[in-house]
Protein backbone atom coordinates (compact mmCIF):
# COMPACT_ATOMS: atom_id res chain seq x y z
CA UNK A 1 0.00 0.00 0.00
CA UNK A 2 1.47 3.34 -1.06
CA UNK A 3 2.28 5.86 1.48
CA UNK A 4 0.09 9.19 1.91
CA UNK A 5 2.59 10.79 0.19
CA UNK A 6 3.19 8.78 -2.39
CA UNK A 7 -0.52 8.37 -3.21
CA UNK A 8 -0.53 12.21 -2.47
CA UNK A 9 2.10 12.41 -5.84
CA UNK A 10 0.91 10.08 -7.99
CA UNK A 11 -2.64 11.84 -8.12
CA UNK A 12 -1.16 14.99 -8.67
CA UNK A 13 1.19 13.87 -11.23
CA UNK A 14 -1.55 11.84 -13.18
CA UNK A 15 -3.99 15.08 -13.05
CA UNK A 16 -0.92 17.07 -14.68
CA UNK A 17 0.18 14.54 -17.31
CA UNK A 18 -3.37 14.31 -18.12
CA UNK A 19 -3.51 17.97 -18.43
CA UNK A 20 -0.16 18.73 -19.92
CA UNK A 21 1.04 15.78 -21.31
CA UNK A 22 4.26 13.41 -19.90
CA UNK A 23 6.71 15.65 -21.66
CA UNK A 24 5.30 19.03 -20.50
CA UNK A 25 4.84 18.16 -16.75
CA UNK A 26 7.72 18.61 -14.84
CA UNK A 27 8.82 17.09 -11.51
CA UNK A 28 9.24 20.73 -10.23
CA UNK A 29 5.79 21.40 -11.58
CA UNK A 30 4.53 18.30 -9.06
CA UNK A 31 6.36 19.04 -6.27
CA UNK A 32 5.16 23.05 -6.37
CA UNK A 33 1.82 22.23 -6.50
CA UNK A 34 1.82 19.28 -3.58
CA UNK A 35 3.96 22.09 -1.47
CA UNK A 36 6.79 19.80 -1.26
CA UNK A 37 10.81 19.52 -2.01
CA UNK A 38 12.12 17.76 -5.41
CA UNK A 39 14.08 15.59 -2.86
CA UNK A 40 11.28 14.46 -1.42
CA UNK A 41 9.54 13.50 -4.34
CA UNK A 42 13.08 11.48 -5.23
CA UNK A 43 12.39 10.35 -2.35
CA UNK A 44 9.11 8.53 -3.18
CA UNK A 45 10.40 8.28 -7.28
CA UNK A 46 13.77 8.42 -8.53
CA UNK A 47 12.69 10.07 -11.82
CA UNK A 48 9.55 10.87 -13.93
CA UNK A 49 9.82 7.48 -16.00
CA UNK A 50 9.52 5.91 -12.73
CA UNK A 51 6.61 7.57 -11.67
CA UNK A 52 4.93 7.45 -15.01
CA UNK A 53 5.39 3.12 -14.46
CA UNK A 54 3.75 3.28 -10.98
CA UNK A 55 0.88 5.57 -12.14
CA UNK A 56 0.25 2.77 -15.31
CA UNK A 57 1.19 -0.13 -13.15
CA UNK A 58 -2.56 -0.75 -11.25
CA UNK A 59 -3.54 -0.92 -15.08
CA UNK A 60 -1.30 -2.92 -16.34
CA UNK A 61 -2.49 -5.81 -13.19
CA UNK A 62 -5.97 -5.04 -13.54
CA UNK A 63 -6.21 -5.86 -17.36
CA UNK A 64 -3.62 -8.97 -16.68
CA UNK A 65 -5.93 -10.27 -14.35
CA UNK A 66 -8.70 -10.10 -16.27
CA UNK A 67 -7.24 -11.48 -19.23
CA UNK A 68 -5.32 -14.74 -17.88
CA UNK A 69 -8.21 -15.50 -15.61
CA UNK A 70 -11.31 -14.77 -17.79
CA UNK A 71 -12.83 -17.93 -19.31
CA UNK A 72 -14.49 -17.71 -22.44
CA UNK A 73 -18.58 -17.34 -22.36
CA UNK A 74 -20.60 -14.70 -23.56
CA UNK A 75 -18.68 -11.94 -25.42
CA UNK A 76 -21.48 -9.45 -24.72
CA UNK A 77 -20.80 -9.67 -21.06
CA UNK A 78 -17.20 -9.73 -21.81
CA UNK A 79 -17.73 -6.61 -23.67
CA UNK A 80 -19.57 -4.94 -20.49
CA UNK A 81 -16.49 -5.78 -18.36
CA UNK A 82 -13.71 -4.99 -20.65
CA UNK A 83 -15.69 -1.60 -21.21
CA UNK A 84 -16.06 -0.82 -17.13
CA UNK A 85 -12.16 -2.19 -16.57
CA UNK A 86 -10.58 0.31 -19.07
CA UNK A 87 -13.06 2.68 -18.33
CA UNK A 88 -11.61 2.68 -14.79
CA UNK A 89 -8.68 3.47 -16.11
CA UNK A 90 -9.30 6.30 -18.85
CA UNK A 91 -7.43 8.79 -17.40
CA UNK A 92 -4.03 6.29 -17.68
CA UNK A 93 -4.98 5.54 -20.87
CA UNK A 94 -5.68 9.16 -21.79
CA UNK A 95 -2.04 9.99 -20.60
CA UNK A 96 -0.52 6.92 -22.39
CA UNK A 97 -2.39 8.09 -25.81
CA UNK A 98 -1.64 11.84 -25.35
CA UNK A 99 1.66 11.14 -26.42
CA UNK A 100 3.01 7.30 -27.41
CA UNK A 101 6.42 7.89 -26.76
CA UNK A 102 5.50 7.08 -23.27
CA UNK A 103 4.29 3.77 -24.06
CA UNK A 104 8.26 3.36 -24.76
CA UNK A 105 9.40 3.53 -20.83
CA UNK A 106 6.38 1.84 -20.32
CA UNK A 107 6.35 -1.49 -22.66
CA UNK A 108 2.86 -1.02 -22.92
CA UNK A 109 2.70 -1.09 -26.94
CA UNK A 110 3.67 -4.80 -26.88
CA UNK A 111 1.32 -5.98 -23.94
CA UNK A 112 -1.42 -4.32 -25.41
CA UNK A 113 -1.02 -6.50 -28.36
CA UNK A 114 -0.46 -9.24 -26.21
CA UNK A 115 -4.11 -8.66 -24.15
CA UNK A 116 -5.89 -7.74 -26.99
CA UNK A 117 -4.87 -11.12 -28.76
CA UNK A 118 -5.71 -12.83 -25.87
CA UNK A 119 -9.00 -11.11 -25.55
CA UNK A 120 -9.89 -12.44 -29.22
CA UNK A 121 -9.36 -15.77 -27.98
CA UNK A 122 -11.61 -15.54 -25.64
CA UNK A 123 -13.85 -14.06 -28.07
CA UNK A 124 -14.23 -16.63 -30.38
CA UNK A 125 -11.81 -19.07 -29.70
CA UNK A 126 -8.94 -21.18 -31.04
CA UNK A 127 -10.17 -21.50 -34.35
CA UNK A 128 -10.30 -17.11 -35.02
CA UNK A 129 -10.50 -16.33 -38.81
CA UNK A 130 -8.57 -13.18 -39.72
CA UNK A 131 -12.02 -11.67 -40.28
CA UNK A 132 -13.26 -12.28 -36.89
CA UNK A 133 -9.35 -11.07 -35.49
CA UNK A 134 -10.39 -7.71 -38.01
CA UNK A 135 -13.91 -7.59 -36.08
CA UNK A 136 -11.93 -7.51 -32.58
CA UNK A 137 -9.41 -5.56 -33.39
CA UNK A 138 -11.92 -2.49 -34.48
CA UNK A 139 -14.55 -3.55 -31.73
CA UNK A 140 -11.66 -3.27 -28.48
CA UNK A 141 -9.74 -0.65 -29.91
CA UNK A 142 -12.98 1.03 -30.75
CA UNK A 143 -14.18 0.67 -26.98
CA UNK A 144 -10.72 1.64 -25.75
CA UNK A 145 -11.00 5.04 -28.07
CA UNK A 146 -14.72 5.88 -26.39
CA UNK A 147 -12.94 5.92 -23.04
CA UNK A 148 -9.97 8.11 -23.84
CA UNK A 149 -12.50 10.14 -26.31
CA UNK A 150 -15.27 10.78 -24.26
CA UNK A 151 -13.65 10.47 -20.82
CA UNK A 152 -15.19 13.10 -19.64
CA UNK A 153 -18.70 12.21 -20.42
CA UNK A 154 -21.09 10.20 -17.47
CA UNK A 155 -20.41 6.65 -18.22
CA UNK A 156 -24.20 5.98 -18.56
CA UNK A 157 -23.87 7.86 -21.98
CA UNK A 158 -20.81 6.24 -23.23
CA UNK A 159 -20.69 2.65 -22.39
CA UNK A 160 -24.35 1.21 -23.73
CA UNK A 161 -23.22 2.77 -27.11
CA UNK A 162 -19.84 1.98 -27.34
CA UNK A 163 -20.19 -1.73 -26.23
CA UNK A 164 -23.81 -2.02 -29.08
CA UNK A 165 -21.00 -0.98 -31.36
CA UNK A 166 -18.75 -3.45 -30.81
CA UNK A 167 -21.13 -6.19 -30.39
CA UNK A 168 -21.81 -4.87 -34.12
CA UNK A 169 -18.35 -4.67 -34.92
CA UNK A 170 -17.75 -8.84 -33.86
CA UNK A 171 -21.49 -9.40 -35.70
CA UNK A 172 -23.42 -9.96 -32.70
CA UNK A 173 -27.25 -10.03 -33.31
Not at 97 to 105: C, I, P
Not at 139 to 168: F, I, N, Q, R, W
Request: proline share 5%.
Amino acid sequence: MPSDTKARIQAVARELFVQQGVQNTSLRQISERLGITKPALYYHFSSREDLVRSIVQPMVEDIERFVTTREPGDARELLKDYFDLIWRHREVLVMLMRELETLGYTDMAERMFSWRRRLILLLFGPGVTPEQQIRATMALGGMSDCSVEYAHLPVEEVKPTAVESAAAALGLS
